[in-house]
């Protein structure tokens, strides 16, 4: 499981003005999923669990909404960040790390315990992202819940790599199975949204809501929306507009699924 320095550059929350762009679409699906699952559970405090949430970036700001969060996450530095981060929003009782990783994640914490599980930067890292998101969706309540899985796109890849005129490496994205551009490619696994959804239906879960996250963000040039006024927002709203769209879901730098765990009929596990 990444640890959050590397998640972050691959779509997690980011601090100043340039933050909408890369999260605010995920955030709002988010909220309405947590609005959701308290009303369905009638339970105004929700158990969340952030995998390879790192310094909270993510975690920090749903325990600020009033919901208990279990940061897991593989490095030490980063769960300190996320305690310091904790203690300076005011919301350190209703925040948990624990050092881990998909791996022995039932090891570190309950299975079945959880109302939303947030994966988010991690099945692209993952040696096997089916394994890998068979762990995290079995961290979810068997009366149902809810997965948050933000990972990285094929078509944003090859698109970027083509505008960047490596026209080579954009094809060889495009045709390989993981999605990567070349032996120095850093992700080891990129996706389609068909190739998400089926590998989410295969941990037992129903996908849902698909968006496309980052579609224009990291092709328009920052000193463009830096010095144009109003540029940011109304970039950002772009971003909004287009999330829900299959034509430009498949251009995304990220893909956001939400997906549901069923609820199990009683006295089945």
Known sequence: ???????RDAGGPVSGPHAALRTGVVWDVLRQALLRRAAATGRSALDV???????????????????RVTVVDPSPDALFALERRAAEQGVAERVRGVQGDTHDLHDVVESGAFDLVLCHGVLEYVDDP????RAVAGALRPDGGTLSVLTAGVGGAVLSRAL???FSEASRALDDP??????????????????????????GLRPGEVH????????????LVDTE???????AR?????????????????LHVLAERLATPSGER
Do not use: K, N, Y
Request: proline share 7%.
């Open 1 to 7: 499981m990444p640890s959050e320095s590397r998640v």
């Open 49 to 67: 669990l952030d995998t390879g949430g790192g310094s909270g970036s993510f975690a920090v700001p749903v325990a600020g909404l009033g919901h």
């Open 212 to 223: 496309g996250v980052r579609i224009f963000a990291d092709l328009v040039p920052g000193a």
């Open 130 to 133: 089916a394994a890998g998101l």
């Open 238 to 254: 772009l971003e909004a507009e287009a999330a829900g769209l299959p034509a430009f879901q498949a251009i995304a730098g990220r």
């Open 164 to 166: 960047a005129g490596r």
């Open 178 to 203: 993981a999605g990567r551009w070349g032996d120095a490619d850093p992700v080891p696994h990129r996706f389609t949204v068909d190739g998400l959804r089926e590998l989410i239906g295969a941990a």
């Open 229 to 235: 006024p109003d540029a940011l927002r109304a970039l």
